[in-house]
């Protein structure tokens, strides 16, 4: 649920800040990530300056070793993961409580 979060957290920003002026190649969702097989690569948030992304293979290795040292860090008890089920991140889903 948490990814999932991000992820539709990552969908919006990007449209809102390109509706609000803010220069983003392409700031819709499903066509963003095509850009890292464009000449140019891939600029987070327009700017080259802050991520840089050329190769998709770099990318998803990094992406598998950050989400495996946190998910790593919260089975092995971190703040997160007091009292868990190592395999279950959360209880029941419901969003209005």
């Not at 700031?27 to 948030?45: R, S, T």
């Not at 998910?71 to 409580?97: M, S, T, V």
């Amino acid at each position: 649920a948490r990814w999932a979060m991000l992820g539709a957290l990552g969908c919006i920003v990007p449209e809102l800040l390109a509706n609000n002026g803010t220069p983003i190649a392409e700031p819709v969702w499903f066509k963003a990530g095509a850009q890292i097989f464009a000449d140019g690569g891939l600029d987070y948030l327009g700017n080259p300056s802050l991520v840089h992304a050329q190769s998709i293979v770099a990318t998803l290795i990094t992406q598998v070793v950050l989400m495996g040292l946190v998910e790593g860090y919260r089975i092995n008890g971190g703040p997160a993961g007091e009292g868990l089920d190592k395999n279950y991140p959360g209880e029941a889903f419901d969003p209005l409580g």
